[in-house]
């Protein structure tokens, strides 16, 4: 019984609630018809289980109500754990193997934008800003 209990707080002191506030589609197939019925960049987070700076956007950068509310307005958002999950092609084409990536892909398949490494969550809206004004004036 006390190996039970050390392993159930041992699992809720380090589990990682990797959504936020973030209205993470489902998969990439549900994400890529989103946004091309809306016309929006598909923002794809590629994280790793026991990455430290994928879990600090999981729990200070998502968490940010500023952060979610542009995300989820602005992007169709999915996101993957590499390690535990099977990466659809389109993103394994783009993902390099360092983490967190962070992809932006137009609704097409095609790679838009991309960076690598956590920001604070002023840093983060700001290049999600930056990103998506440039899309809409490519277009």
């Known amino acids: 019984m006390r190996k039970l209990l050390f392993l159930l707080?041992?699992?809720?002191?380090?589990?990682?609630?990797?959504?936020?506030?973030?209205?993470?589609?489902m998969n990439y197939s549900l994400a890529k018809n989103l946004a091309q019925r809306e016309n929006?960049?598909?923002?794809v987070d590629v994280a790793l289980s026991n990455c430290p700076p994928c879990k600090?956007?999981?729990?200070?950068?998502?968490?940010?109500?500023?952060?979610?509310?542009y995300i989820?307005?602005?992007?169709?958002?999915?996101?993957?754990?590499?390690?535990?999950?099977?990466?659809?092609?389109?993103v394994r084409n783009y993902f390099t193997g360092?983490?967190?990536?962070?992809?932006?892909i137009k609704p097409n398949g095609e790679l838009f934008y991309s960076f690598i490494g956590a920001r604070p969550p002023?840093?983060?809206?700001?290049?999600?800003?930056?990103?998506?004004?440039?899309?809409?004036?490519?277009k």
């Open 56 to 69: 600090y956007l999981a729990t200070q950068v998502y968490t940010n109500d500023e952060v979610a509310n």
């Open 122 to 138: 002023k840093t983060f809206l700001k290049i999600l800003k930056d990103v998506n004004y440039r899309y809409k004036a490519a």
């Open 98 to 104: 360092s983490t967190p990536t962070i992809l932006f």
């Open 9 to 25: 707080v041992g699992v809720f002191l380090f589990a990682v609630d990797w959504s936020g506030k973030v209205q993470w589609a």
């Open 72 to 90: 989820n307005k602005n992007f169709v958002p999915v996101f993957y754990l590499a390690d535990r999950d099977n990466l659809p092609v389109e």
């Open 40 to 43: 929006k960049l598909i923002m």
